[in-house]
Structures are given as structure tokens and as C-alpha cells.
């Protein structure tokens, strides 16, 4: 083993990876704290200057011990004016988040010392404002984070929920590049045995069944990038938010379930059937998950141009929900318990898309049979017994959007599909969470077909798809190519981060 030591890091992973720290001369300043009036603004400065910047807005005496605290005077180095008494910090390179000198101002927040202060500091010879996410990058190439490290920070500084946030965090923290780590250590052996095979084969200096352990190694990858493949895109819906439609016939009280829902009067309700005919969209935070709800014009048939339109649009938003919330006026259950899954089979068929088969359309809906409030006490509670009882159809709530009865009924429904859609973001591997990563692991994987494929034919053939292999896991984690992807990451990044 050995031999296949020194293999690997004199001639694989020199091959493979290629990723130089860009060298930065220029030293960055912005506002890291948000815009506006606020208590305590933060200004960030990064690069060789850093030391510069600090002597320049505080004085030569008394430099801040390495990452304290120190409260200063700050001025402006040419007027000599006192701008703000603020707190200083230094942080020597390379224990910074840069990995460069880096130093920080928190001052007041208002509106003209913060201008005070980026105007002091641009005043400064080598100094310059930052570009968006240029820390970030420059704490990227100087090795600090990964790709996904750096993507996790990204979505942790957009999170908008609990879920969304502890997904984020956990990224931020390498999980989901350990994962790809790992699965780029095995392909490297895989890739060090295939080619010292190809070297010496002939020569029997290489031990038996070496090709039998990549055979093994190279389908047990496969299995568990399938897998991660086909996590049912939990981490991603999580990221972006989970698709939650509202539809039915119109007048069932869909309009009025997105207000109690958001808890405004976002969309127009009335008594007069069509009234709904464009998307009304809303973001919600639904037990700590992101949920972009959509309210959609009632399903009929009708001859009026504009209202068809709306109808098209609410099929069209069904079929790309994650989740449908099927509303019935339930003053139109039949009083006859046995009648009601008929009933209300009829109207799933009616809302859900064909084409999609119907166990799986109902995995993704939930019946909410509205206005309660008009039936008869002990009708409600029969229904419900019965509904509750009835494993063919999907979850099925009574409530009333007059008086809220049966919300938590109904909310209890619809947290849970949301947690099954989302999946629990701190329980087991970590999930997919981008497009960008699916695409480069369908990569690998077709490459480890490759290898499969050249395998008992051309030895080298098969070792460049290994090699392939190993580029599309590179890329996911920054060491392969990074430099074309970056500027796409950073461009959600906001300047200061
Ligand atoms: N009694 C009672 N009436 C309700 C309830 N929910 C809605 N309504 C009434 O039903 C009527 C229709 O409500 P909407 O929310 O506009 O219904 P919709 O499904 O959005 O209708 P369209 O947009 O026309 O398809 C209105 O008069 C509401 O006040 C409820 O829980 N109880
Ligand atoms: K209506
Ligand atoms: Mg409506």
C-alpha cells in the first residue's frame, strides 16, 4: 500500500487538481452590517493595507491587541475630523475569515458616520470598495471554505426559516463536502490502482484482485450517489421553498384559506363565483418551512375569455406544485357518510393532473372541506370521525375559514407533508441542496459507467472515466474549475459579505 502512497500524491492528485490562490494586492473596505439607520454598523476592511487603515482612522498609538475589542476615537486620516468613538478590531492574517489582514470598525449607525467612515477609508492609498461576495472569495481562495462551504453561507445569509437555516448551517459547517470528500478519496484510490495496473500489471508487482476492489468500490459509489440523487429533491425544495397550490371549484373558499393562511385579505374573496382569476403568490414561514402559496381561479367550464385564462393557469400551477390544497364547499357533502369518498373522489379527479398516476397525485394533496361552520354540529364530527378513518383517500380536514375551527387540525396535516417534502435537514447524510451539485454528479456517474464499459476493453479508457469521475465531484467542491462558477455563486452575495 505503500507504493500506492506515494502514487497518489506524486502524480493523481496533481493531475486532478489545479486550484492556485489568486494573489490579491488591493485591500477591500465595505459595510458588512445591513443598509439604514441602525444601532451599530460594522465596516469591514481585508488586504495588505488592513494595519494602514487601522493606524489611519485611529492613530499610530496604541494598535488593538489581535482579535480584542478596543474602543477608539476614529477620524478622517486627512481632515483629522473625529468621525465616530467606536469599537476596532485587528485580526492579523492568516487567522482572519480572509485568511488576509483584515480589520473592523463597529460604529454608530447612522446614515452619515457610516459614509464618514467608508469615505476615510477610500481616502486611503491601496484601499478600494468591495465588490459583491469579495470577502467570501477571498476567504475561498486563501483555502478557508469549499464551494459548498461558501454556498452554504450564501444560503444562510438568505435564510428565511428555521428549516432553511439549520440546512444552511450544517452546509456552512462542510457536511455536504465531507460527503463529497469521501466519495473523492475512494475514486482517487480506484484511480491510483486502475493506472498502476495499466504501469505494472505484467510485472506482478502489484498485488491480485486489485481491478476486482475497484469493481467494488466503483459500484458501491454509484449505489450511494443514486441515492443522493434521488432524495425526492428535499434539500433543494427546502432551499427554495416548498410549491403549495390551492384549487378547487370555484366559490369553495380558496381565496379565503390563503387569508386566514398569510392572516391579510391578500386576495380578493366575494360571493360571486369567478371572482379569482390571476395566481395570487404569498411567501409564508409554515412551521419553520419556506412555503410559496398559491390562491388560483376556481376550476369550471366557462365562456368567458379572461376567466379561461385564469383556469388555464391554475391547471397549469397544479401540476407544478409540490403540494395541492384541493378545497370543497363542504355544505355539499353528501349527509350519507358512505356516499362522501365517491364524492369526494370525483372532486380529486376533477383538480388533480391526468396523466400523473392517482396514488401518486394523492400523496401530494390535501382535501380541505370548508364552511363547517354551515353544517349541523353532529354532521361535523361524524364527517371527520369517518374521514379520519378512510385510508384511501388523502389527509382530509373540515374547517371553517370563518371561524378558524379545524385550523390546527388542519395545519398539524400540513406540516407534516411539509416536513416529508423537506425532509428533517439535521437527521442523516446531508441533502442535495442545488441543481449546480445534481448536474455534476450526474456527470460522475456517467462516468463510472464509462468505467464500467472500458473496463474488460481498453484499461486506459476505463481509468479516464474514473478521472472524469473525480472532475465532476472537483467541481462540486471548488477544486476543479472554480473560477467560471464563482462569479455565478458570488453574484448572490451582497457587498460586504
Ligand atoms: N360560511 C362560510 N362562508 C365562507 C367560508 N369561506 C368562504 N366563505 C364564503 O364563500 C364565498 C366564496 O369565498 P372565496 O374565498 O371568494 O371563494 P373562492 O374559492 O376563492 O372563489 P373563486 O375565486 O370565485 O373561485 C365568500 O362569500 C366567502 O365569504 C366559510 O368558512 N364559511
Ligand atoms: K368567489
Ligand atoms: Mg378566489
Known amino acids: 500500500m505503500f507504493f500506492f502512497y506515494i502514487y497518489n500524491r506524486s502524480r493523481a492528485s496533481h493531475r486532478l487538481w489545479s486550484s492556485a490562490p489568486l494573489c490579491a494586492t488591493d485591500t477591500i473596505f465595505a459595510l458588512s452590517s445591513g443598509q439604514g439607520k ?27 491587541a489581535p482579535r480584542t475589542a478596543a474602543l477608539r476615537s476614529i477620524f478622517h486620516p486627512q481632515s483629522k475630523e473625529i468621525l465616530d ?67 452554504g453561507l450564501g444560503d444562510l ?20 463536502a465531507q460527503l463529497y470528500r469521501d466519495w473523492s478519496q475512494r475514486l482517487t484510490q480506484c484511480l491510483a490502482h486502475v493506472e498502476a495496473f495499466i504501469d505494472f500489471g505484467e510485472d506482478d508487482l502489484i498485488e491480485d484482485g486489485v481491478l476486482d476492489q475497484v469493481d467494488n468500490s466503483v459500484a458501491q459509489l454509484q449505489t450511494e450517489i443514486t441515492c443522493h440523487l434521488h432524495d425526492g429533491r428535499k434539500g433543494e425544495r427546502l432551499r427554495s ?29 366575494s360571493p360571486i363565483a369567478g371572482t379569482t382569476r390571476d395566481v395570487v403568490e404569498t411567501c409564508l414561514d409554515i412551521g419553520g418551512f419556506p412555503v410559496l402559496l398559491s390562491d388560483t381561479a376556481g376550476l369550471r367550464e366557462t365562456a ?28 355539499q357533502l353528501p349527509t350519507d357518510p358512505l356516499q362522501v369518498p365517491v364524492f369526494l373522489g370525483a372532486h380529486l379527479l376533477a383538480v388533480l393532473p391526468h396523466g400523473v398516476g392517482l396514488e401518486e397525485s394523492l400523496r401530494h394533496c390535501i382535501l380541505v372541506l370548508n364552511k363547517s361552520d354551515l353544517l349541523p354540529v353532529e354532521q361535523v364530527e361524524k364527517t371527520q370521525t369517518f374521514l379520519n378513518k378512510n385510508p384511501g383517500l388523502p389527509p382530509a380536514s373540515l374547517l371553517s ?3 378558524s375551527h379545524g385550523l390546527e387540525n388542519f395545519m398539524t396535516s400540513l406540516q407534516s407533508r411539509l416536513s416529508s417534502l423537506c425532509g428533517d435537514p439535521l437527521a442523516g447524510t446531508p441533502s442535495l441542496t442545488q441543481a449546480r451539485h445534481r448536474a455534476h454528479l ?21 481509468a479516464e472515466g474514473v478521472r472524469l469521475a473525480l472532475t465532476g465531484l472537483g467541481r462540486i467542491t471548488g477544486k476543479v474549475g472554480a473560477e467560471e462558477i464563482l462569479d455565478i455563486i458570488f453574484r448572490d452575495f451582497c457587498i460586504g459579505k
Request: net charge negative; hydrophobic share 40%.
Open 304 to 331: 368567458d375569455a379572461v376567466e379561461q385564462e385564469g383556469v388555464r393557469r391554475a391547471r397549469e400551477k397544479v401540476e407544478q406544485a409540490d403540494l395541492t390544497l384541493v378545497v370543497v364547499d363542504a355544505t
Open 85 to 151: 468613538r467606536g469599537l476596532v478590531f485587528w485580526f492579523p492574517g492568516p487567522h482572519s475569515f480572509t485568511g488576509e489582514d483584515s480589520a473592523e470598525f463597529h460604529v454608530h449607525g447612522g446614515p452619515a458616520v457610516v459614509s464618514g467612515v467608508l469615505d476615510a477609508l477610500g481616502s486611503l492609498p491601496g484601499l478600494r470598495p468591495a465588490e459583491a461576495g469579495e470577502f467570501t472569495r477571498r476567504a475561498f481562495h486563501a483555502g478557508k471554505l469549499g464551494l459548498t462551504e461558501v454556498e
Open 442 to 462: 450526474h456527470e460522475c456517474f456517467q462516468a463510472l459507467g464509462q468505467y464500467q464499459q472500458y473496463r474488460d476493453v481498453d484499461l486506459a479508457l476505463a
Open 157 to 176: 445569509i438568505h435564510a428565511e426559516t428555521e428549516a432553511q437555516r439549520r440546512q444552511a448551517l450544517r452546509q456552512m459547517a462542510g457536511d455536504l
Open 38 to 64: 441602525c444601532g451599530v454598523a460594522v465596516v469591514r476592511v481585508s488586504g495588505p493595507a488592513s494595519a494602514l487603515a487601522l493606524r489611519g482612522l485611529t492613530g499610530p498609538d496604541r494598535p488593538p
Open 401 to 403: 375559514c370563518h371561524t
Open 241 to 269: 421553498g416548498v410549491q403549495v397550490v390551492i384549487a378547487g371549484e370555484t366559490n369553495a373558499g380558496k381565496s379565503s384559506l390563503l387569508n386566514l393562511l398569510c392572516r391579510r385579505p391578500a386576495a380578493i374573496v
